[in-house]
């Protein structure tokens, strides 16, 4: 599936923007056809971002089941006689759209896009309705899990995932238009042969028979430096400029669709950044040389606006990345807005890819949760038909993702349980359908201290090792002492596996503006002193290769008594002002001096 874009040959129309709402409590609106119509007794909502926390009822925000978005499109009256499709690039957690009275297709993921031809249901020139009901219930067998529970006042969702579970229609919306005869797919892998670089490409057509493809690559200034013909080759350009950390050059790949008369029926352009990924031992290459990842792990997520992505707010998160030293971040825990991996791209910021699988440990309880009173891994609960919706989760990130230079390591799950039997027969085929998708990147887990090492049984098929530690949080709680001493013993012996280790999570809650002489949990002089007793192991430990932060910006959650207005592990609030933690890392990331 190819992103829409405008082309020579291809034009695209935003629907960003007001569409009617209106919950369903009841499930009546399939039955009683909503979409047959105006949609009856809606309001306003925005499209993109999440319902939740736009409107004043605290029923909305914590609502799960059916929701309902409408809108009217006109048809821009030269695409008469075109292909016409309708994108949306993610709807948490599934949905159904119907344009007018037709159904014309139905998703379940809620990070990742999917489309539907309309030709047929709509007119150039003229207006079409299109309806959607978008569903955020999560089950057993969803990425994530949760579940329904009948409580003396009702039914209550529950899900095991520590941020808040925001749903709608988080991306834009587009309607585009191509030839009958058109480009499906788009398909790099680079390398490196001494000072020249090799870009290996794949397409795939639809209805074009008889056509022939040709590929222009041009550099950063619009010079060609290499052509082909055929649907896949290999171009060859002399004295490459790398894409690397910090340098996010991208040169432009024209994929044309040529008729046998030489008219260009399609036209696509991909961006490339020329770079390898390898893992030796416990380094972690790119472009051949040693890399350490600094950064955090991440959330979309800002007040009122929930996950919908917004381009302001988004310069704003990698302006602060820059400024703080950070050359990379964790998707955790779903992908992100493929508008993020484009600029990732473009500031040559390394990301780590992540699935929508977080949630699966049943293990994860007391004060966070309440006790879950669940198995993790049964017929009953994640089963077989849990993974293939992981399976297919996985599919759908390397499809959309594949070509991103930024992309340098897929995760995919976070913190599952991964010291049962049942883990490992769970995992290992999941782990071998992401390299069969793409062989060109290591593949991970992200483990949680519930699986220390010599218990974890899932850690033999990742490429690298992910870790989430809390060591002086939530395993010997203000003792820096006893936890640096603790977590470096662990860490020693992860490090005896010979694989590149990145610390994946490491924080500690602080509530921003609470101070103390001596440091204690909660204050921000706390938030230092645990980060610098972490940073003293890292750098005792050659096999730790990266460094990333719990959180960058304190997120929303469920309630709880350990959750204070949310997560508060960010280095900076929510709504994006530094604690002293953030400091603290600048002078190290930066290598500068108090």
Request: net charge negative; hydrophobic share 40%.
């Amino acid at each position: 599936m190819l992103r829409p874009t405008d082309t020579a040959t291809r034009e695209r129309k935003s629907l960003v923007g007001l569409w009617q709402f209106r919950l369903d409590g009841a499930g009546e609106g399939r039955s009683a056809r909503w979409f047959g119509g105006p949609l009856p007794e809606a309001g306003a909502m925005a499209v993109p971002a999440s319902f939740n926390d736009i409107l004043t009822d605290a029923a909305v925000r914590d609502y799960f089941g059916d929701v309902w978005y409408q809108t009217t499109v006109r048809v821009p009256h030269g695409w008469e006689g075109l292909r016409i499709v309708l994108h949306f690039e993610s709807a948490t957690h599934r949905a159904t759209v119907w344009v007018e009275e037709t159904e014309v297709v139905s998703h379940e993921g809620g990070y990742t896009p999917f489309e539907a031809d309309v030709t047929d249901h709509v007119r150039a020139g003229e207006e079409a309705r299109i309806t959607v009901v978008v569903n955020n219930t999560l089950s057993f067998q969803t990425v994530p899990p949760g579940v329904i529970e009948d409580t003396p006042v009702g039914q209550r969702m529950r899900y095991w995932h520590d941020f808040f579970n925001y749903a709608g229609i988080h991306r834009p919306v587009w309607l585009y238009a191509t030839g009958r005869a058109h480009l499906t797919d788009v398909t790099v892998v680079t390398g490196l042969e001494g000072a020249a670089g090799t870009v290996v490409y794949r397409t795939e057509a639809a209805d074009a028979e008889g056509a022939e493809v040709r590929v222009v690559l041009r550099d950063a200034g619009g010079a060609e430096v290499a052509t082909g013909t055929g649907a896949a080759g290999t171009l060859t350009v002399p004295d490459v400029h790398r894409w690397a950390p910090g340098d996010g050059y991208l040169y432009d790949l024209e994929v044309q669709l040529v008729d046998d008369g030489g008219t260009v029926v399609d036209s696509y352009h991909q961006s490339v950044g020329v770079r390898t990924v390898a893992v030796d031992g416990t380094r972690f290459l790119i472009n051949g040389e040693p890399f350490h990842f600094t950064g955090f792990g991440m959330h979309e997520d800002h007040g009122v606006l929930g996950k919908g992505h917004n381009d302001a707010l988004m310069l704003h998160d990698f302006a602060l990345l820059e400024w703080i030293g950070a050359n990379s971040f964790r998707t955790s825990h779903y992908p992100y807005s493929q508008d993020v991996l484009d600029y990732a791209d473009r500031r040559g910021i390394v990301v780590i890819d992540e699935t929508p699988a977080v949630g699966m440990n049943m293990g994860l309880g007391g004060g966070i949760f309440g006790a879950q009173g669940y198995t993790t891994f049964s017929p009953e609960t994640i089963n077989d038909e849990t993974r293939e919706a992981h399976a297919e989760a996985i599919r759908e990130l390397v499809a959309r993702d594949k070509n991103h230079p930024s992309v340098v390591l897929w995760s995919i799950a976070n913190e599952p349980e991964s010291d049962t039997e049942g883990a490992e027969r769970y995992f290992k085929p999941l782990f071998e359908l992401a390299r069969e998708l793409d062989r060109t990147r290591p593949v991970g887990f992200v483990n949680v201290m519930l699986a220390p090492y010599g218990k974890c049984r899932v850690s033999q098929f990742g490429d690298v090792l992910m870790l989430n530690r809390y060591y002086g949080w939530y395993v010997d709680t203000g003792d820096l002492v006893a936890a640096e001493r603790a977590w470096e013993e662990e860490l020693r012996g992860w490090a005896s596996e010979g694989k590149p280790i990145i610390i994946t999570e490491y924080g500690a809650d602080t509530y921003p503006g609470l101070h103390a002489v001596a440091p204690t949990p909660w204050t921000e002089e706390y938030q230092a002193a645990y980060l610098d007793m972490n940073h003293r192991v890292f750098d005792r430990i050659d096999a730790v290769v990266g460094e990333q932060v719990w959180n960058f910006a304190d997120f929303a959650t469920t309630p709880g008594i350990m959750r204070v207005g949310g997560n508060k592990k960010g280095v900076f609030t929510r709504d994006r002002q530094p604690k002293q933690a953030a400091w603290e890392l600048r002078r190290r990331w930066r290598g500068e001096t108090a």
